[in-house]
């Protein structure tokens, strides 16, 4: 039973330690990433734009032919 219990503390001890060690790692190789985002942005915001021209381009000229067909009518 003794064994049992001293197997169970080190095991416990040695995850905690590698715990330990993963996390304090874990910072000391994070990276900046802070001109890759700053792009991204950039990116998504012209992405943005051009998507918000291709639908106001698209209604307007779904509004122009709506209008050529009814006056064709006529």
Avoid at 48 to 57: C, D, R
Wanted: no cysteine; hydrophobic share 45%.
């Amino acid at each position: 039973m003794k064994t049992l219990k001293n197997i169970l503390v080190s095991k416990r001890a040695k995850a905690g330690l590698l715990l330990t060690s993963v996390v304090a790692s874990g910072s000391s190789f994070a990276a900046d990433y802070s001109t890759e985002i700053g792009t991204a942005i950039t990116d998504g915001t012209t992405n943005y734009g051009l998507i918000i021209g291709g639908v106001i381009s698209v209604a307007a000229l779904g509004f122009a032919i709506g209008m050529i067909v009814s006056k064709l009518r006529n």
